[in-house]
């Protein structure tokens, strides 16, 4: 689970390049590091009493078609700020 800018910087450190698939042109293992981005994410940890934090978004290319795809964990939804433990948090809190 990444609740913080170290633990998803290990997260990016343990993916292996070399095995991935790219969505665009189904080729594997010609993926670059292409830089990064910021973005907030809300996290269902509330212990630490903040829980937006920011995380430098690690963008890779294929060098076979040139698209672009973020390094997103799987707790985090694409597109938004929330985590899905979140969204099933707040879905589920009334209950």
């Given at each position: 689970m990444i609740l913080n800018k170290d633990d998803y910087q290990a997260f990016v450190?343990?993916?292996?390049?070399?095995?991935?698939?790219c969505p665009v042109c189904g080729v594997v293992?010609?993926?670059?590091?292409?830089?990064?981005?910021k973005r907030f994410v809300i996290i269902d940890d509330i212990s630490s009493g903040d829980c937006k934090i920011q995380i430098p978004v690690q963008r890779i290319q294929c060098t076979q078609c040139k698209s672009t795809h973020a390094l997103l964990p799987t707790n985090f939804v694409p597109y938004t700020q929330f985590t899905y433990l979140f969204i099933y948090y707040i879905v589920t809190l009334d209950e």
């Open positions: 450190a343990s993916i292996d390049l070399l095995s991935l698939h293992g010609l993926f670059i590091l292409y830089g990064h981005y």
